[in-house]
């Protein structure tokens, strides 16, 4: 059964970028910045990669705090940062009323150049495989 997926990012770092893009082509869905051009309506699991620092930047923050029920049921995060701001973006998705997926995935965002998309075949498989288990899971 095919589940309605949206990955968004915030970041101004090209690997962040390439990870959603390497997830969008295995789970067959749409990558955009945060924010996006269109609001999420009723997903079924938003994935956010976001590069952040040890605050959340009150633009994500806005944007994490509008993800409740009727624009997201299952938010998960890649995260290039603190496990103190990712534990934070979980809690404002829970207050918000969306569920946060316990699983985070932390990687390396490399540098902050948008054209510098490179990842490695084990960076793409990493991801990818954290991003097919969880969609799997929501499927059954």
Known sequence: MAIKVRVLYFS??????SFA?????KIDCKSDT???AYPCENERLVIIGA??????????RLFCAGLNKAR???????????????AELKSLI??????????VYFCNGGLPFKFMKKITEEE??????????????LSN
């Open 12 to 17: 101004g770092k090209g690997k962040m970028i």
């Open 21 to 25: 893009d390497a997830i969008c082509a």
């Open 34 to 36: 945060i924010p996006p």
């Open 51 to 60: 590069s952040v620092g040890k605050e959340v930047p009150n633009s994500l």
């Open 72 to 86: 997201a049921h299952n938010v998960a995060f890649y995260i290039d940062g603190p496990k103190e701001t990712a």
């Open 94 to 103: 829970r207050a918000a009323g969306a569920n946060p997926i316990e699983d």
């Open 124 to 137: 793409r498989s990493g991801i990818v495989a954290w991003a097919q288990k969880i969609h799997a899971e």
